[in-house]
């Protein structure tokens, strides 16, 4: 299926936490890993988050469009909890911080149907290769 550039912002966490030192300390925690790709480039956002949390996942998607310097018409993220308050297959429910934040964006989030990797095979596959 051919992407439009820059129309759609796919957003993920890995499966998988990280460890995070403190250069200073030495001490160790764990650490999600945030991944959002924009969909027709493949331009690549990833960063460390200290959780998947509403304020963590609000401002990990925040500084993903500070890196890409623009705004998708659409955010694509799957059913975390961070994101959607009532998962369901075909229509799930936005929570109200979310719906929020992409008003001020101007843009507009779908959540995709729930257990369909293929919705957003793009992003998945960069989890994958980070």
């Known amino acids: 299926m051919e992407q439009i550039m820059g129309e759609k912002l796919l957003i993920d966490y890995a499966r998988d936490r990280l460890l995070v030192t403190d250069r200073q300390t030495g001490?160790?925690?764990?650490?999600?890993?945030?991944?959002?790709?924009?969909?027709?480039?493949?331009?690549?956002?990833v960063e460390a988050s200290e959780n998947q949390q509403k304020a963590s996942f609000l401002n990990s998607v925040r500084r993903s469009l500070e890196f890409t310097r623009g705004v998708p018409k659409l955010i694509v993220t799957d059913n975390l909890r961070s994101a959607v308050t009532h998962a369901h297959r075909y229509e799930p429910e936005l929570n109200k911080d979310?719906?929020?934040f992409a008003l001020h964006y101007g843009t507009t989030v779908l959540?995709?149907?729930?257990?369909k990797p293929k919705d957003k095979a793009l992003v998945e596959n960069a989890v994958r290769l980070v």
């Open 111 to 115: 959540a995709t149907r729930a257990r």
């Open 27 to 45: 001490a160790t925690r764990p650490a999600e890993l945030f991944i959002a790709l924009l969909a027709g480039s493949g331009y690549t956002y």
């Open 98 to 100: 979310f719906k929020a």
